[in-house]
Structures are given as C-alpha cells and as structure tokens.
C-alpha cells in the first residue's frame, strides 16, 4: 500500500479563496500561507464552513496542522498539502500595526525579484504560489460575482450525506 509523506507545519494563512461546490467534499476552500521556513504551501480540501467556530481561521492568523501529499495523479505541485482538520490549533493572529511588521517578518522573505523569477521557478520546481512586486500596476478591474450559485452548485452543498456529521 502507497504510504504518503506527512508533516507538521506552522504557517501564516495569507490566502483563502472564496467556497466552491465539490461533489466529493460539499464545500471547500483552498488555503495557502508561509512557513516558519519561509516556504509557500498550499493547503486542499478544506471544508471552512463546517469546522468548529474555535477552528475558523482567519487570513493572518498562524496555525499549526498536520498534513498529508496528496495523492500524486491528485495534485503534483511541490507545495500542495492535504491537511489533516483534526489536528489544527490557531496559535495567534497577526496584526496590521506598525505598517503590518508582524506580517511582514513572514512576507517579506519569499518575494521575489518579478513574474519572470515566478516563471522560472514554476518551470524548474512546479511551484505555482509565490509573491513578487509588480514593476508597473497598469489597472485594476473589479467586477461583481453572481448573487448567487447556479441550482447544480445548490444541491451540491445541499445533498444530504448518510454518513455526514453535520
């Protein structure tokens, strides 16, 4: 039987994406942040809206969880991680004072030097998270999300599951 790597991370959540409908876990969202060795990981399937209140992590907040690979035909990028749930604690949260310094300790290690380093890097190593300054910000587009979810993505999260804890 194939034995998957397992670690512990203590990481500083910088990124969680809006939920999204998935047949297999209900609801997700895909987390990422930075660890204490300034590495980018990225954290999936996370089921948010059904964890306990005290377990809602919040962006900048630093966890400790353990985690799995995932299975490798799953996701074969060098930073994705499946997080074990159960074993998550919320260590502290870091605040935006002082012209985010906290924050900054754990950021500003792992930016990099343009897109083109990011390219680079993405080619050699399969890594598809990282942050860098932008040399020029040309514009900004916002644009509204859909009220709401389409009748599929509803019964998606609204199916009941026998075996399910909700």
């Known amino acids: 039987m194939f034995s998957r790597e397992t670690t512990t991370f203590r990481l500083l959540i910088t990124v969680k994406t809006y939920p999204s409908p998935s047949v297999k876990y209900e609801e997700t969202v895909c987390c990422a942040g930075i660890t204490e060795n300034q590495e980018w990981v990225r954290l999936y399937p996370v089921r948010y809206r059904d964890l306990p209140s005290d377990q809602q992590f919040r962006k900048y907040d630093i966890i400790e969880i353990d985690a799995e690979r995932p299975e490798p035909h799953k996701d074969e990028r060098s930073e994705s991680w499946k997080p074990r749930i159960d ?20 950021i500003e290690p792992t930016i990099l030097s343009g897109y083109a380093e990011l390219c680079r890097i993405q080619q050699s190593q399969n890594k598809s998270l990282s942050a860098f300054r932008p040399a020029q910000i040309l514009g900004i587009r916002v644009k509204p999300e859909k009220d709401k979810w389409s009748d599929s993505h509803c019964a998606i999260v609204n199916q009941s599951n026998l075996f399910s804890v909700r």
């Not at 919320?90 to 002082?98: F, K, Y």
């Open 87 to 106: 074993t998550m604690k919320i260590v502290d949260h870091l605040e935006s004072t002082n012209n985010w310094a906290a924050r900054r300790k754990w």
